[in-house]
């Protein structure tokens, strides 16, 4: 509930922060860390589902470490030590690297409870999380040109809106509203056509294999029986989650960001039938239903900043095209978005003010832009199932050329240093145009 003074809400804040999955939690946290008046508005309340593959790489791990929560065992948290490749008639295992700048294991954990505990960090914080609050829109100062706050109704727990519309104002908006991106939306920033987007289905399966450390990728997905159907250009996972079931889901990539027309249902029930029979995967296994979703990938929707507002995580198309990862990203720029609004605060003149907050869209750019657009060429690339096929039959086997995949589609390479694969990594980023 939000705090009541005699039934009067309180609506001004120095951050107004729309959504608290974990691009809007995060961002909650780090502002309120800060000393800032953060209010997080959330649609629904936790815990609430979210449509994922529940798995953390060493990046996100990381991202967690700075956060500061806690990821032991007993709350549900497995670890995982690497990825094990099935692809081409190999299946091959590549364990995380030892590094100086990521911790050497990933995670998995539902997101129904993730969320939940991402959203309790920020208000242990002091931010002001608030559930069953739907934001309508940004609002505009028709003076300035600044956003200056949002229109929100509450919801109940069948997500109804109930209640007028209440204005929430602040200096600054953080839009971290997730793929759909309202917010931006209604203020004209649309997605970008020349970007690639994912399409995602994911179930939970009943599986003796649940305590297995392992992240499994399938690089190959056959449209009937494997090796005597067609090739399809699309991924498939198995994350065990420790809880007697795993999380199974499959997505298929297009590189101009139209999705593709094909029913991600039929696909996976056809590829858990005839490509992962190991598992024990059935359809009275199945727990819940199979839901799917949309991945904004490679920065897709920019600018990152309008004066008075930032776009965190989906909202801003930030998931890494090479892997489909969304969580570490939206995590690492709600963190970014805090710092600029540090430089905000100190900053003397309006001026000043406006740059330090421009310089969050900068330092994603710098950070990121170089290495998604390698990852645009790569989803080029294998959206032809051919050169995925010749990828996977005659690179697997190859531990030089794995070891630079590896690093390449985790996004785990040392920025400064490490080894030839780091340091071969670090300049082809550096060199790649960040658009
Ligand atoms: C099938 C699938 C599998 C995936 N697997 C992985 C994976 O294994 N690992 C990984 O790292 N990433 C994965 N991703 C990507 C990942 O889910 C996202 O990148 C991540 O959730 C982005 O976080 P976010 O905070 O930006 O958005 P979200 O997690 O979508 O959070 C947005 C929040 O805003 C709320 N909201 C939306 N609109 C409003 C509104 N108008 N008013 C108030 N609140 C609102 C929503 O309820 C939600 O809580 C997967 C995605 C899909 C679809």
């Not at 309180?10 to 800060?34: C, F, H, M, N, W």
Request: contains cysteine; hydrophobic residues 35%; charged residues 25%.
């Amino acid at each position: 509930m939000a705090p009541t003074y005699a039934g009067w809400v309180q609506t001004q804040a120095d951050v107004i922060v729309v959504g608290a999955g974990p691009g809007g939690a995060s961002a909650a946290y780090y502002l309120a860390k800060e000393g800032f008046s953060v209010i997080a508005l959330e649609k629904s309340f936790f815990p609430r589902e979210k449509v994922c593959g529940d798995g953390l790489t060493p990046r996100a791990v990381r991202e967690l470490e700075i956060i500061g929560l806690p990821t032991p065992r007993e709350d549900g948290w497995i670890p995982n030590w690497g990825l094990r490749m099935v692809g081409g008639g190999h299946r091959l295992e590549f364990p995380w690297h030892e590094q100086d700048s990521f911790p050497h294991y990933g995670l998995s954990l539902p997101r129904h409870s993730f969320d939940h505990k991402l959203a309790r960090h920020a208000r242990s914080a002091g931010a002001d999380v608030r559930e069953g609050w739907f934001v309508t829109g940004a609002i505009r100062d028709e003076r300035s040109g600044r956003i200056t706050g949002v229109t929100a109704r509450q919801t109940d727990a069948e997500g109804r809106k109930t209640g007028d519309e209440v204005t929430y104002r602040a200096p600054l908006v953080i839009a971290a509203d997730g793929v759909s991106a309202r917010i931006a939306l209604g203020q004209g920033i649309e997605r970008k056509k020349n970007r690639p987007i994912g399409v995602a289905v994911r179930g939970y399966y009943k599986t003796e294999r649940h305590a297995e450390e392992w992240m499994e990728g399938h690089l190959e997905i056959w449209d009937g029986e494997r090796g005597k159907s067609k090739l399809l250009p699309g991924y498939g996972w198995i994350f065990p989650l420790g809880d007697g079931t795993a999380n199974v889901g499959l997505g298929t990539l297009s590189p101009k960001g139209t999705p593709p027309k094909l029913d991600h249902r039929a696909l996976m029930e056809t590829w858990i039938k005839h490509s992962t029979d190991d598992w024990g995967f059935t359809a009275e296994g199945q727990v819940g239903k199979i839901q799917g979703a949309a991945i904004p990938m490679a920065f897709n929707r920019q600018p990152h900043y309008v004066p008075g507002m930032m776009l965190v995580g989906d909202s801003g198309g930030m998931v890494n095209p090479f892997n489909g990862e969304g969580i570490a990203y939206a995590m690492q720029a709600a963190r970014h978005a805090s710092e600029a609004m540090v430089q905000w605060r100190e900053a003397t003149t309006d001026k000043a003010k406006e740059q330090a907050l421009e310089g969050y869209a900068r330092t994603l750019k710098d950070e990121l832009g170089g290495y998604y657009s390698l990852g645009r060429v790569f989803a080029s690339l294998i959206a032809h199932p051919s050169v995925m096929k010749l990828c996977t039959r005659y690179g697997l086997p190859r531990p030089t050329i794995m070891r630079f995949t590896h690093k390449l589609l985790a996004d785990v390479y040392e920025p400064r240093g490490g080894d030839w694969a780091d340091r071969l990594l670090s300049t082809l980023t550096k060199v790649a145009p960040s658009a």
